[in-house]
């Protein structure tokens, strides 16, 4: 042990149940995620999109840089100039960039660069990567921490009843001048966050089996 370390007992969480009884019941809180893209104008408050930021922070990160920050957005024009921008991208890429094959396997989600639903959603949640820490260190398998940080945000928004839908315009560098942040931070991911509308549908699809993505080695 580093001598420089300071340590703590470690207090795991206690499911006040037996673990094969949590984890099932986590389970079948997550199988009920689903992407959307038609949501209600509800408002949600900002002390939810705190806390389901904070669980996001709770994340693993290679050598606990946490090279990640969210940044919530519920400014009606903010959110618009946002929209704006985002599908003068997303034209660019239905209309010149993706393949035919990548259209192809995108027809039966009906997505588009129509992004109207950003006017409608309360919150728009920009994820950042950083680069480097705020004070110019370095950082450390920043898009796997970040990605661990954004799985987390997204089953702690499910798991308080809202919905979400991920997006990765590219490129999307211009969302950092748009929002005026610094150099060190680079745009990862949009995340709009909000209740479902009462007509929202989804696809009908299934997900691979236990078999499918496991394999057991006892």
């Known amino acids: 042990m580093s001598e420089h370390s ?30 959307v893209r038609q949501f209600s104008d509800r408002a949600v408050s900002r002390e939810v999109i705190e806390t389901i930021i ?16 969210f940044i919530a957005i519920s400014n009606p024009e903010l959110k618009k100039k ?11 890429f239905y209309e010149k960039k993706a393949s035919d094959r ?17 006017d409608t959603v309360p919150w728009i949640i920009v994820v950042m990567a950083l680069r480097t820490t705020d004070d110019g260190g370095q950082v450390y398998y920043l898009n796997e921490s970040v990605g661990l940080a954004t799985g987390l945000l ?26 005026g942040r610094p150099e ?5 991911m949009v995340i709009p966050v909000g209740y479902a509308s009462d007509d929202c549908t989804v696809p ?13 080695e006892e």
């Open 6 to 35: 300071d340590q703590v007992k470690h207090s795991a969480y206690e499911p006040g149940q037996s673990s094969e009884a949590a984890a099932k019941a986590f389970y079948e809180v997550a199988d009920q995620r689903r992407t």
């Open 54 to 69: 904070r669980a996001a922070g709770t994340a693993p990160s290679g050598a606990h840089k946490q090279p990640w920050r």
């Open 82 to 92: 946002v929209r704006m921008a985002i599908e003068k991208v997303e034209v660019e």
């Open 102 to 118: 990548w259209l192809d396997d995108l027809e039966e989600f009906e997505t588009s660069a129509d992004k109207s639903y950003l």
């Open 154 to 179: 997204l089953t702690a928004a499910n798991h308080a009843g809202l919905s979400t839908v991920t997006q990765t315009p590219s490129p999307m560098g211009f969302l950092r001048e748009l929002l």
């Open 184 to 188: 060190n931070e680079r745009p990862w």
């Open 204 to 216: 009908d699809l299934g997900r691979k089996s236990l078999g499918e993505i496991s394999v057991f």
